[in-house]
């Protein structure tokens, strides 16, 4: 919402997320499958994502996109530049103290298969347009670097 807000200044936004999604678009993503997983992240909101962008609106989206393949086949379906890749990094550990659904745990305890970064792999993006260590920085830094990036390619107007 704060990053949202911000840009907001700027230029028209669209951000995407698990809530904004409608149900029948976001049914894949709740069995954790690594094929429903790949056919959500590029069939259903990489489709979507591309029929904003389109329309000439700056699209954010927030999804858990373990597959460096569905990544980049969400990026082929968009022109060069219009796909920027934030990687926000945060140790496995940080992210379990941050659950507030109890996700992780149930993982452990086998009782959600395939859950990213326990029972399936996560793939670090190679080459992600801005990094974030939610670690070390704080929410209002990561929101300025990601604005600082926008600004200094073009994609927001002073």
Known sequence: MILRSGLRLHRPTQG???ALISPALLLALCTFSVRQT????????GEVVRLFVDSGLLVLTAFISPFRSDR????ELLEPGEFIEVYVSTAL???ENRDPKGLYTRARQGLIQNFTGISSPYEAP???????DTAQLHVDD?????IEYLEANGRLRL
């Open 16 to 18: 995407l997320s698990c």
């Open 38 to 45: 790949e056919l959500a992240i590029k069939f259903r909101i």
């Open 72 to 75: 980049g086949l969400v990026r």
């Open 93 to 95: 550990d940080v992210c």
């Open 126 to 132: 190679e080459a992600p347009e801005i990094v974030l």
């Open 142 to 146: 990561c929101v300025t670097r990601i």
